[in-house]
T-cell receptor
Framework: TQLLEQSPQFLSIQEGENLTVYCNSS?????LQWYRQEPGEGPVLLVT?????EVKKLKRLTFQFGDARKDSSLHITAAQPGDTGLYLC?????????????FGQGTTLQVKP | EAQVTQNPRYLITVTGKKLTVTCSQN?????MSWYRQDPGLGLRQIYY???????DKGDVPEGYKVSRKEKRNFPLILESPSPNQTSLYFC???????????FGSGTRLTVV
């Protein structure tokens, strides 16, 4: 069974601080996606990384896919209160063609002004 | 606006009373899927559909049925709901399996 372990589970920081969220697995994924979910809403896709070692930037957010395609990280620079939310990593099960997403447990981020 | 629409958003029902949660997408996506989200367990796939009339089980299909008679619609059917199906349900779609998904806003179901 493929699992994705996300850490930390909870993070409460002050506005302006930097943070990193990690997503780790012993399994290889064909791609990995990061989502952000706000209370009462569905997850919204932030980025998809496909190639081992790939780095993508989305304004103050930097996403990295591990060389072996087993892990990923999300780094936020100078966090703002608007970044508050639940961040989810999700790996695509590459062993089958089902398109199934394996989700991490999520990281709840609170950015205090 | 490209979107996945679920209805209802909230539903409280009694054990054993059949219900259907509807899902519709306007992006002409071939792939659609249902997930449930539970505290401590995260999001888990219930069923998925590669295309019209093509559906298959995900990780937690017990107690659920789906159908895909048209490309845009993918309803989730609970024939005899039980309290352990109390959860937050999400429908998602994508043009290609494994490529970025668009999720609906969710249906919070409570079975008493």
């Amino acid at each position: 069974t493929q699992l994705l372990e996300q850490s930390p589970q909870f993070l409460s920081i002050q506005e302006g601080e930097n943070l990193t969220v990690y997503c780790n697995s012993s399994s290889v994924f064909s791609s990995l996606q990061w989502y952000r979910q706000e209370p009462g809403e569905g997850p919204v896709l932030l980025v998809t990384v496909v190639t081992g070692g790939e780095v993508k930037k989305l304004k103050r957010l930097t996403f990295q896919f591990g060389d072996a395609r087993k892990d990923s990280s999300l780094h936020i620079t100078a966090a703002q209160p608007g970044d508050t939310g639940l961040y989810l990593c999700a790996g695509v099960d590459g062993s089958s063609n089902t398109g199934k997403l394996i989700f991490g447990q999520g990281t709840t981020l609170q950015v205090k002004p | 606006e490209a979107q996945v629409t679920q209805n209802p958003r909230y539903l409280i029902t009694v054990t054993g009373k059949k219900l259907t949660v509807t899902c519709s997408q306007n992006m002409n996506h071939e792939y659609m899927s249902w997930y449930r989200q539970d505290p401590g367990l995260g999001l888990r796939q219930i069923y998925y559909s590669m295309n019209v009339e093509v559906t298959d089980k995900g990780d937690v299909p017990e107690g659920y049925k789906v159908s895909r008679k048209e490309k845009r619609n993918f309803p989730l059917i609970l024939e005899s709901p039980s309290p352990n199906q109390t959860s937050l349900y999400f429908c998602a779609s994508s043009s290609v399996p494994g490529i970025g998904y668009t999720f609906g806003s969710g249906t919070r179901l409570t079975v008493v």
